[in-house]
C-alpha cells in the first residue's frame, strides 16, 4: 500500500484525498532530523522553549474551524466536544510554556564543597534534570487532539527540551496533518532545527514498530489498548538499548457507592452515572466502567434509575468501525457470562455506533471470573452486589490496576472511606469524591496515571505539569569549575527565578 484515506466515521466511507503511507525511509529520515535537532534544542534558553510553546498554541488556534471540522468528520464526535479538547489542547502547550520558564523542573540541587570536614572533605556537588532526547509519540484515537499529534505527549516532551516524532493515529490523518503542519510553523517562526518536530503517517503497525525500535528514539508516549501499549513495550525493552515507555492503557475506573450516600440518594446517583457512562460514546479511558455497592433499599433506587436511564440514553456514533466491533463482543461476552444478569441496553442504531449496556453481579460471581474485571470500552458497566463492606473490600483488593477510583459518600460514610482508602491508594493514580472520573484537569496536582494494566509506569501520569518528568534525566556534576558548568548551576545563577535546593534548604 503506497496511500490510505480519511474514513468517516459516521459511515464508514473512505472520504477526502489519499495520503502516502510513509515507511522505513520516512522513519530513518524523521529520526535522523531528530537526533541532529537535540543538542541545540536541548540547549535553548527557558524563555525560548517556552515561547515555542505559545506559538505552537497560537498556530493551532489559526487553524480554524477548518480542524474543527476535520476532527468531526474523522472522529464522529460532536463540536462542541472538538472545540473544548481543542482548548485542552492550547491550554496544555501554555500551561507547559509557564513550566518552562518557572524552571521548577530542573530540580536543582547544590551542595557546597565542605574541605574541612571530618573524617573526610565533602566534594562540591551538583545536580540538574537533563532531557532524554528523541521521544516517540503515538496519536490516540479518542482524543484527535489533546492526547494526538500535539497533545500532552507531545507538549511535556517539546517542553523537556526533547525533540518528537508523532506516529500518527490512522482514524484521523486530515486532523493531525493540519496539526503537524502548524507545529512546523512555529518550529520556523521561532528559527529552530526542522527536526524539533516528525509526523509519520500511515495504517500498519510496522511503521510505530519500526519508530520505536529506531536506535535515536530515547522514549516512548502511547495512549491506547492494552494490546497495543505492550507490544511497544516488547519492542522498546528487546533492543539492544532498552529504552522507557510511558503507555496509558486499560482501565475500568470503579465506582464505589456507599451505604449513606446510597440511601439518600440512591435514584439521583443512578441517573448521573449513565451519564458519565454514556459520555462520548464511552470512548474514555476514565470511563466508569464497573460499580461496587452493598445490597439494599438505596442500591435498589439506583439501579432502577441507571436502568431507566441505559434504557433511553440513543446509540452514538464510534471512533472506527474497529472499535465499534470490539465494544459489540464485548458487550456480547458480558451477556454470557455466568452469573451476569443484563440489566438494560439502549436502542441499537447503525453499523457504526454503540448503544448503552449495564449489566449486575454478585460479588461471588465476579471473584470467580476474572475477565468480568477487564475493560469493554465503550458506553457499557457492570454493577457488582456485595453483601457487605468486607465483601466489597475483598473485590476491590481483586482489582487490576485503575486510573480512577470514585467514591460516593455522605458525612456519615467518611469512616468507611478512609478504612478502603489504603486500598484505594494501591489500586489507583487519582482518588476523587462525589464526582464522576470523566474528565481530566489539565493542572499541577493531576494524576492521569497508574498501576499496570492502567499505565506501564506507575510513577508517572500523562497529564499535568508533572508529565515532563517523563522526559527528564538528573545528571550529578562534581567539583566541575564554574567555567564549565552549566550556566543554570553557577553561583552567579542564583538570580535567575529557577528555585534551587541548596545544602537541603529550598532557595527561591
Known amino acids: 500500500m503506497t496511500e490510505f484515506r480519511s474514513v468517516a466515521a459516521a459511515t464508514g466511507e473512505p472520504t477526502g484525498p489519499a495520503f502516502a503511507v510513509h515507511g522505513p525511509a520516512e522513519v530513518d529520515a524523521a529520526c535522523a532530523a531528530a537526533a541532529d535537532a537535540f543538542d541545540v534544542y536541548r540547549a535553548t534558553d527557558r524563555e525560548t522553549r517556552a515561547t515555542f510553546l505559545e506559538a505552537i498554541a497560537t498556530e493551532i488556534l489559526g487553524i480554524g474551524d477548518e480542524l474543527i471540522e476535520a476532527a468531526m468528520l474523522e472522529s464522529g464526535l460532536p463540536r462542541a466536544r472538538l472545540e473544548g479538547e481543542r482548548g485542552r489542547t492550547v491550554g496544555q502547550l501554555r500551561m507547559f510554556a509557564d513550566v518552562v520558564r518557572k524552571g521548577a523542573w530542573q530540580q536543582l540541587r547544590i551542595d557546597p564543597a565542605m574541605p574541612d570536614r571530618q573524617p573526610l572533605p565533602r566534594p562540591d556537588l551538583r545536580l540538574r534534570m537533563i532531557p532524554?532526547?528523541?521521544?516517540?509519540?503515538?496519536g490516540a484515537s479518542n482524543f484527535p487532539l489533546a492526547f494526538s499529534t500535539a497533545g500532552g505527549d507531545t507538549a511535556s516532551?517539546?517542553?523537556?527540551?526533547?525533540?518528537?516524532?508523532?506516529?500518527?493515529h490512522p482514524a484521523h490523518p486530515r486532523t493531525g496533518e493540519l496539526v503537524a503542519a502548524a507545529i512546523a510553523r512555529a518550529v520556523a517562526a521561532c528559527g529552530l532545527p526542522s527536526g524539533v518536530f516528525g509526523h509519520l503517517v500511515g495504517p500498519s503497525n510496522?511503521?510505530?514498530?519500526?519508530?520505536?525500535?529506531d536506535a535515536r528514539i530515547a522514549a516512548v508516549g502511547f495512549t491506547g489498548s492494552r494490546a497495543g501499549g505492550l507490544a511497544l513495550v516488547r519492542l522498546a525493552q528487546a533492543r539492544p538499548v532498552p529504552i522507557p515507555v510511558y503507555a496509558e492503557m486499560s482501565s475500568i475506573n470503579p465506582v464505589l457507592l456507599l451505604p449513606e450516600a446510597l440511601k439518600a440518594r440512591g435514584a439521583a446517583l443512578g441517573t448521573a452515572f449513565v451519564g458519565s457512562l454514556t459520555m462520548g460514546a464511552g470512548q474514555f479511558c476514565t470511563n466508569p466502567g464497573l460499580v461496587l455497592a452493598i445490597e439494599g433499599?438505596?442500591?435498589?433506587?439506583?439501579?432502577?434509575?441507571?436502568?431507566?436511564?441505559?434504557?433511553?440514553?440513543?446509540?452514538q456514533t464510534m471512533l472506527t468501525g474497529g472499535i465499534g466491533q470490539a465494544y459489540r463482543s464485548g458487550v456480547a461476552a458480558l451477556e454470557s457470562a455466568p452469573g451476569v444478569d443484563k440489566l438494560a441496553e439502549g436502542p441499537s442504531g447503525g453499523a457504526m455506533q454503540g448503544h448503552a449496556a449495564l449489566f449486575r453481579t454478585t460479588a461471588q460471581a465476579f471473584l470467580a471470573e476474572k475477565a468480568l474485571g477487564h475493560e469493554v470500552f465503550g458506553a457499557s458497566s457492570i454493577v457488582v452486589i456485595c453483601r457487605n463492606v468486607r465483601e466489597l473490600e475483598t473485590v476491590l483488593r481483586s482489582l487490576e490496576g485503575q486510573l480512577t477510583v470514585?467514591?460516593?459518600?455522605?458525612?456519615?460514610?467518611?469512616?468507611?472511606?478512609?478504612?478502603?482508602?489504603?486500598?484505594?491508594?494501591?489500586?489507583?493514580?487519582?482518588?476523587?469524591?462525589?464526582?464522576?472520573?470523566?474528565?481530566?484537569?489539565?493542572?499541577?496536582?493531576?494524576?492521569?496515571?497508574?498501576?499496570f494494566p492502567a499505565t506501564s509506569d506507575p510513577r508517572t501520569t500523562s497529564v499535568g505539569s508533572l508529565a515532563i518528568d517523563r522526559f527528564l534525566r538528573p545528571v550529578s556534576y562534581q567539583n566541575l569549575s564554574s567555567a564549565v558548568l552549566p550556566p543554570e548551576l553557577r553561583d552567579d545563577a542564583r538570580g535567575d527565578g529557577?528555585?534551587?535546593?541548596?545544602?537541603?534548604?529550598?532557595?527561591?
Open 132 to 138: 532524554l532526547g528523541p521521544v516517540a509519540v503515538f
Open 157 to 168: 516532551a517539546l517542553a523537556a527540551g526533547c525533540p518528537v516524532v508523532v506516529k500518527g
Open 206 to 213: 510496522d511503521l510505530g514498530a519500526a519508530l520505536v525500535q
Open 297 to 315: 433499599e438505596g442500591l435498589d433506587a439506583f439501579l432502577a434509575a441507571a436502568t431507566e436511564a441505559v434504557g433511553g440514553a440513543p446509540a
Open 406 to 451: 470514585t467514591l460516593h459518600m455522605d458525612e456519615s460514610d467518611q469512616a468507611m472511606a478512609a478504612t478502603l482508602l489504603p486500598a484505594l491508594e494501591i489500586k489507583a493514580g487519582r482518588i476523587l469524591a462525589n464526582g464522576w472520573p470523566t474528565g481530566v484537569e489539565v493542572c499541577h496536582a493531576m494524576v492521569h496515571g497508574g498501576p
Open 498 to 508: 529557577a528555585p534551587r535546593l541548596i545544602d537541603g534548604v529550598l532557595t527561591l
